[in-house]
């Protein structure tokens, strides 16, 4: 579990073109997801954009109370993680849209933009983290738009793999 009062003391706001306001990551991370926007755009024309990246403990907080009123506590794990152990709260993760799909939903991964975004994020460092064939693994539902910033040595390897980052480690 990650501190309640842990906070990245590399936060930096990325220089891309954001879904929503407050967009933080740690610095390397953030200058991954700068070329990996870029590039999307340069090869394919796709514009991405940030929707969620750093969250504090207590903004984790209430987006999984909120969760568990509306579906319900079991269900509610499987979408949202606890406070402490969710990767935003790293600094490391970022929850990406496009302009037809800036919700967090399935959709996305059918999108252009999100296939893409599934097949060359690991050049950038990033792994897609959480597919539909690993929940069993990773204890939570498909989510196409959640990426987390690995390094690009191990994102290619796990892409390579194509194992859940919870099997990479072990």
């Not at 990406?96 to 059918?110: A, D, I």
């Not at 919870?166 to 072990?170: G, N, R, S, V």
């Given at each position: 579990?990650?501190?309640?009062?842990?906070v990245?003391?590399?936060?930096?706001?990325?220089?891309v073109?954001?879904?929503?306001?407050?967009i933080?990551?740690?610095?390397?991370?953030?200058?991954?997801?700068?070329?990996?926007?870029?590039?999307?755009?340069?090869?394919?024309?796709?514009?991405?954009?940030?929707?969620s990246?750093?969250?504090?403990?207590?903004?984790?907080?209430s987006i999984?109370?909120?969760?568990?009123?509306?579906?319900?506590?079991?269900?509610?794990?499987?979408l949202?993680?606890?406070?402490?152990?969710?990767?935003?709260?790293?600094?490391l993760?970022?929850?990406?849209?496009?302009?037809?799909?800036?919700?967090?939903?399935?959709?996305?991964?059918?999108?252009?933009?999100g296939?893409?975004?599934?097949e060359?994020?690991?050049?950038?460092?990033?792994?897609?983290?959480y597919?539909?064939?690993?929940?069993?693994?990773?204890?939570?539902?498909?989510?196409?738009?959640h990426?987390?910033?690995?390094?690009?040595?191990?994102?290619a390897?796990?892409k390579?793999?194509?194992?859940?980052f919870?099997?990479?480690?072990?």
């Open positions: 579990m990650i501190a309640a009062d842990y990245p003391d590399d936060l930096v706001t990325p220089n073109r954001r879904g929503g306001s407050g933080q990551m740690r610095k390397d991370a953030a200058a991954a997801l700068e070329e990996l926007f870029k590039a999307a755009k340069d090869e394919e024309n796709y514009t991405l954009l940030a929707i990246g750093y969250r504090s403990y207590q903004t984790q907080a999984f109370n909120r969760k568990v009123k509306n579906v319900g506590r079991a269900k509610a794990m499987q949202v993680a606890l406070p402490g152990a969710s990767e935003h709260q790293l600094g993760a970022m929850d990406v849209g496009c302009k037809r799909s800036t919700g967090l939903t399935g959709s996305f991964g059918k999108t252009p933009e296939k893409w975004l599934a060359n994020c690991y050049r950038f460092g990033f792994i897609l983290r597919k539909a064939e690993w929940t069993e693994t990773t204890g939570y539902a498909y989510e196409p738009w990426i987390r910033y690995v390094g690009t040595e191990h994102a390897r796990i390579e793999l194509d194992i859940p919870e099997d990479y480690i072990a």
